[in-house]
Structures are given as C-alpha cells and as structure tokens.
Nanobody
Framework: QVQLVESGGGLVQPGGSLRLSCAAS????????MGWFRQAPGKEREFVAI????????EYVDSVKGRFTISRDNAKSTVYLQMNSLKAEDTAVYYC?????????????????WGQGTQVTVSS
C-alpha cells in the first residue's frame, strides 16, 4: 500500500520560510515523478512544483518561481518543497503526489497517489 505523508506546514509571517517534506512508502520511490500541489479555500487545486524521477527536471508555477525549490532524496524516499519569501497568497493546503510515470506533469490526473495535505498559513 502506497502512503505519502506530508509534514512541515504551519503558520509563518510574510517573508518567512517553511520546508515541506513528503515521505513515501510502499512503492519504489526512485521510479516515479513527484509533484506538489496546493488548494486554497474556494479555489481549484493547482500545481506548484514538479520533479522527475532523478531530480534532473523541475518545473514551477510562475507565481512561485525564484521563491520555492523542489528537491528529492531517493535514498530517503522523500520529496521536499523549500518555500522562501512566503506571501499571504501562498496560504493553502499543500499536497504531495506521486506520478504514474518516471516523469512528472502539471496535470493532477497524471498522479495516482496523494498525501493527506498539510496546511500552510502565511499571516502577520
């Protein structure tokens, strides 16, 4: 049984930083692309960042470019999202997801396993 467990969310002031982690089990982690998505209240889920199986390719939504960094440690079966210079509009529930393929996609339908989500709140 595949499990994705996110951690690292919380309340942070604007301009602050957080690092989200997503630990995977039940599948050969290094064989699949991973992604981070988020959903704010009243909005649709959107992709935030994706990374392919070996970390050689990443992609970000325009609103987080230069502020967020996705990375993975295949030895630890964990994907990370480093979030710097956080803004109020980054407030959302953040989900990690495992792709069906070696590569990743910005389309959520390419992912067949999802974590439970972790709340990120940016507020003063």
């Amino acid at each position: 049984q595949v499990q994705l467990v996110e951690s690292g969310g919380g309340l942070v002031q604007p301009g602050g930083s957080l690092r989200l982690s997503c630990a995977a089990s039940g599948r050969t982690f290094s064989s699949y692309g991973m992604g981070w998505f988020r959903q704010a209240p009243g909005k649709e889920r959107e992709f935030v960042a994706i990374i392919n199986w070996n970390g050689g390719r990443t992609e970000y939504v325009d609103s987080v470019k230069g502020r967020f960094t996705i990375s993975r440690d295949n030895a630890k079966s964990t994907v990370y999202l480093q979030m710097n210079s956080l803004k109020a509009e980054d407030t959302a529930v953040y989900y990690c997801a495992m792709s069906r393929f070696l590569t990743s996609s910005t389309n959520s339908r390419a992912y067949d396993y999802w974590g439970q989500g972790t709340q990120v709140t940016v507020s003063s």
